[in-house]
């Protein structure tokens, strides 16, 4: 797949290759098709991917659940994408400036940001406390 092709252009790309195989004879079973789609995905969608394998039966992944799944996450990316987008253009917030005007900020807040850090140095702490009991319980 190339950076700048959507899910569904990688996908009939595939799908003639498999037909032209099919063509000369060559039968290749769903699981395998599936599996393959999978791992041709580029490293943008990885998440996805691991989503999907370790969600998913792979060899009882169907192909047309397979396609909606990356179809349905494209165009939920693709919206968030033109959201943020749409919300950085309202507030006028020129792109380039972010890190700046939060550099700028966090020497002005270093107090309220200190008291922000001390609290999530807590709720880590308790949330590992939490963790390791739900380990023993589950051992029990």
């Known amino acids: 797949m190339n950076p700048d092709e959507d899910i569904k252009g990688m996908f009939d790309c595939c799908f003639t290759i498999f037909y032209q195989l099919k063509g000369f004879g060559e039968e290749i079973l ?11 995905l580029p490293e943008s969608w990885e998440s996805k991917k691991i989503a999907i394998i370790e969600a998913k039966d792979l060899k009882k992944l169907k192909l047309d659940e397979l396609i909606g799944s990356l179809l349905t ?64 319980r589950s051992k029990h």
């Not at 494209?74 to 994408?81: F, N």
């Open 73 to 136: 996450y494209e165009l939920m990316s693709k919206r968030l994408i033109r959201e943020k987008g749409k919300k950085i253009k309202e507030q006028g917030i020129d792109i380039n400036i972010i890190a700046l005007k939060s550099s700028k900020k966090h020497q002005e807040d270093s107090s309220e940001e200190g008291s922000e850090d001390e609290e999530m140095v807590y709720l880590f702490k308790n949330f590992a406390r939490f963790m390791k009991s739900e380990k023993e």
């Open 30 to 40: 769903e699981d395998k098709l599936v599996h393959k789609l999978i791992y041709l």
